[in-house]
């Protein structure tokens, strides 16, 4: 986990990535990671997708989506940073000891986890461009 055990809905802004993420780039990590294979891809192609994705779910969740605690859409929003946080945090996370099979899993959680903070974003610019000017 981050410095804390309460999740961080985003860092603070001196340390927010400034672009916008490459969905292009994301997407096809991610469907690197999920695509059906009939064996298990070599361990530094499982590696390599892996820290990939770590680095877009990263930036995902340093992006501001703006939620409340309070609104429904903040919990929902709360539990899904606590997940990606424990599955970010250092114990769970691969070492060269960890068994192929479960790096392939551990590559896969990372991928559903990032599609879930990429639509969050594109479900954030979609409302933020709806809302009337002040």
Do not use: C
Not at 9 to 19: D, F, G, S, Y
Not at 50 to 75: C, K, N, P, W
Not at 79 to 87: F, K, M, Q, W
């Amino acid at each position: 986990m981050r410095d804390n055990k309460e999740p961080t809905m985003n860092r603070p802004a001196e340390h927010a990535e400034v672009r916008p993420p490459d969905l292009d780039t994301v997407q096809r990590d991610v469907d690197h990671a999920l695509s059906r294979r009939i064996e298990l891809p070599p361990r530094s192609v499982i590696d390599a997708g892996t820290d990939a994705l770590v680095q877009h779910l990263s930036r995902f969740m340093d992006y501001d989506y703006g939620h409340d605690e309070q609104e429904s859409g903040g919990i929902a929003v709360r539990n899904l940073y606590r997940v990606a946080e424990r599955n970010l945090d250092v114990p769970v996370r691969p070492t060269p000891q960890t068994s192929h099979r479960a790096a392939y899993v551990y590559w896969h959680t990372v991928a559903t986890l990032t599609t879930a903070f990429r639509d969050l974003y594109l479900t954030h610019h979609r409302n933020a461009d709806q809302e009337p000017p002040a």
